[in-house]
């Protein structure tokens, strides 16, 4: 029997004379070869093997084709020169009508069978594990000499015929700080498929408990390191299973055929998409990917938006970078909840401004045309204004359809839960990201303030409340969007706004949100939103990394998307 210290080091051809021979006393195959590909194995009749393919294609995050083979054929030349799939593979799976039937250290039994039977050569994580050590991270399954832990996610792939399934993942702890070096290391290594499509909270795949694994072993986390996913071929077994072929076969999860095929060292192509990776919550855990073209393109939004025409000082209530995580935390988002409204003009009626309603609108519009759920929650007195505002807009093309209108009054303690939640259930929110958009905010004496600091608590409605709740619900975040300090979710820099701003020390929002967006003018930090948005739909790193590597891409909506976007009718002449 060999053992495993030199496997890393072997030539693949002499592995698989190895393992064709029943000579080793390892199980699965991570670690070895190192710097060539592995491969993933399905095997089926032959009249299931053109749905089969179009499903791979349809999910190639999960299930890169590197190769299908004739019917009956057992090589599979671009791959190996010297192989036979019936018995090169350190041990399989059969599969009858779906149910899994047996483990089997070679297929050679079931030759006639494999007459009429194609093969799939599907690409494996195991093929980038060298990249990711050259990168200095760790492989901690390798380390801890496991197999690594494989999940099933409540992430739908894209179904073809028979063929339907949720993705498999594979997990590695990696590092935190080594988060963005993990993700460079295989974003262009498409055939192991890619870039993680998950990094954070397993939760929020539909996975209860990293301790048990579907298939592998559980792998332990160290201090500091965070669970991160990529697309798993498994996904094939899944589909396999699913299918209820009569007759099929695939490799034992983590025993994989082992290629002739080097893994070439790729590089990103340009700086500008190289995939950077930011925090979005930390309840749950959750971090995104965008490309630094597409974050380029939002931090000079959010450059341009922080002009200050009224010379009111809130340069120094800016934060860094706050747009675009703010953005890429609403892309996540299946449902938001969007609150406008500062009645300045008390004697008035309406007391309105005109600030806040237009950017409200904008960033509805985005959220509609990327099939998001929305809704407006505003006071009770100022339902029939915003009534009327949105069947204009629904008129003018600039809405879809009208977005339904909320109000909130408070009438227990626990009245912003069972708004914000079905029955008042946390594990239930109805949204998932609360935006405020120059929105009156609480002070820290409980009392609502204009710029000349009047009073104005008479005209509104306790919608803060909201945003103080969904700071307890795993899961919602909220952006606050503001120019003067006063607004709703300004409170995440109210020592700024003390420090540097009129009134400051009166007038302060007390109430923070996760991300405050600081603009010259509230409705241009509303029109920067819908337009980031747009940004991240049309970036390829983040659109792939949104939908789980399964299905195809989004992009051909960007016509639909652009049409959503806030624009001015241009005339010929000065007005």
Not at 41 to 61: M, P, T
Not at 419 to 438: K, S, T, V
Not at 536 to 545: A, M, Q
């Amino acid at each position: 029997m060999f053992l495993t210290g030199g496997l890393k080091s072997l030539l693949p051809h002499v592995l698989r004379r190895i393992i064709r021979c029943n000579r080793l006393s390892i199980s699965n195959t991570s670690g070895m070869a190192e710097g060539y590909k592995q491969a993933n194995v399905v095997i089926l009749h032959k009249s299931l093997a053109d749905d089969f393919e179009k499903f791979c294609r349809a999910n190639d995050g999960p299930l890169p084709l590197l190769y299908r083979s004739k019917p009956g054929d057992w090589k599979c030349p671009p791959l190996s020169s010297d192989s036979d799939i019936r018995t090169d593979c350190l041990q399989y799976r059969m599969y009858e009508h779906g149910a899994y039937t047996g483990s089997l250290k070679s297929l050679k039994e079931y030759s006639e069978q494999l007459k009429d039977m194609v093969t799939f050569y599907l690409g494996c994580s195991f093929s980038f594990e060298k990249a990711v050590q050259n990168a200095g991270i760790p492989i901690r399954n390798v380390e801890q000499k496991r197999n690594v832990s494989m999940y099933k996610t409540a992430v739908p792939c894209y179904s073809v015929s028979t063929f339907c399934c949720n993705l498999v993942v594979t997990m590695r702890p990696i590092p935190e700080s080594k988060l963005e070096a993990a993700v460079l290391a295989t974003s262009e290594l498409k055939e192991a498929h890619g870039a993680p499509i998950h990094m954070g909270d397993p939760g929020l795949l539909g996975i209860q408990d990293l301790s048990k694994p579907d298939y592998g072993d559980p792998v332990h986390l160290h201090p500091g390191d965070i669970p991160v996913f990529w697309a798993c071929g498994v996904t094939g077994v899944e589909a396999v299973i699913n299918c209820r072929a009569p007759l099929a076969f695939t490799h034992a999860p983590g025993c994989m055929f082992i290629t002739d095929l080097k893994n070439d060292n790729v590089t990103v192509g340009s700086s500008r998409e190289v995939p950077q990776v930011h925090c979005i919550s930390r309840d749950p855990l959750h971090y995104s990917i965008v490309s630094a073209e597409a974050a380029q393109k939002i931090k000079t939004l959010e450059t341009l938006i922080g002009i200050d025409p009224g010379d009111r000082g809130i340069i120094h209530l800016q934060r860094q970078d706050e747009l675009l995580k703010a953005c890429l935390s609403i892309s996540h988002a299946r449902s938001v909840l969007i609150t406008t409204g500062f009645p300045t003009h008390f004697t008035y009626e309406p007391p309105e401004e005109n600030d806040g309603p237009p950017g409200a609108l904008a960033i509805a519009a985005i959220l509609q045309a990327l099939e998001k759920e929305v809704a407006i929650v505003t006071d009770q007195r100022a339902m029939n204004l915003n009534k009327k505002i949105m069947e204009e807009a629904v008129q003018l093309g600039i809405l879809r359809r009208p977005v339904p209108l909320l109000s909130y009054q408070r009438e227990s303690a626990d009245s912003a839960l069972m708004f914000l939640c079905e029955n008042g259930n946390p594990g239930r929110p109805r949204f998932d990201h609360l935006i405020a958009i120059e929105r009156a905010g609480m002070a820290a004496d409980g009392n609502y303030y204009n710029a000349r600091k009047v009073n104005i608590k008479h005209l509104v409605d306790p919608i803060d409340e909201l945003f103080l709740a969904a700071q307890t619900i795993p899961g919602v975040t909220t952006t606050g969007v503001g120019d003067g300090g006063n607004e709703l979710g300004m409170g995440k820099v109210k020592d700024a706004v003390k420090k540097h701003i009129k009134n400051g020390d009166v007038i302060a929002c007390d109430v923070e949100a996760d991300f405050t967006i600081v603009a010259g003018v509230s409705n241009w930090g509303g029109y920067a939103i819908a337009c980031a948005l747009y940004i991240l739909s049309t970036c390829e790193t983040h659109d792939r990394y949104l939908r789980k590597a399964v299905g195809f891409p989004h992009l051909l909506k960007k016509t639909v998307w652009l049409s959503a976007l806030p624009s001015v009718t241009k005339q010929p002449e000065f007005s």
